[in-house]
């Protein structure tokens, strides 16, 4: 995993859009693999407030939506090695 001091590198010059240097990938791999820990695999449940009652959140989206999302995209669409959903 990369540290803190990796993580503060600035990609620039040929990468196109949507790619990144090998540290900033590094962390978007662990930052994917946390975020696939800490979310709640049970579907969002809303409320006529639009309160999630699965995960007695009071946002919409709730963020375990977000976070399935946010976790779906970086594995499929910009091809984050090694998770899969």
């Known amino acids: 995993m990369a540290n803190a001091d990796q993580c503060d590198v600035v990609c620039r010059g040929s990468y196109r859009l949507g790619t990144a240097c090998g540290n900033c990938r590094r962390c978007c791999e662990s930052l994917v693999r946390l975020v696939r820990e800490l979310v709640d695999e049970s579907p969002c449940h809303y409320d006529h407030h639009g309160s ?10 709730c963020p375990h939506e977000t976070a399935k999302y946010v976790i779906t995209t970086a594995t499929r669409k ?8």
């Open 52 to 61: 999630c009652q699965s995960h007695s959140l009071h946002v919409r989206p």
């Open 78 to 85: 910009h091809h984050i090695s090694g998770l899969e959903c």
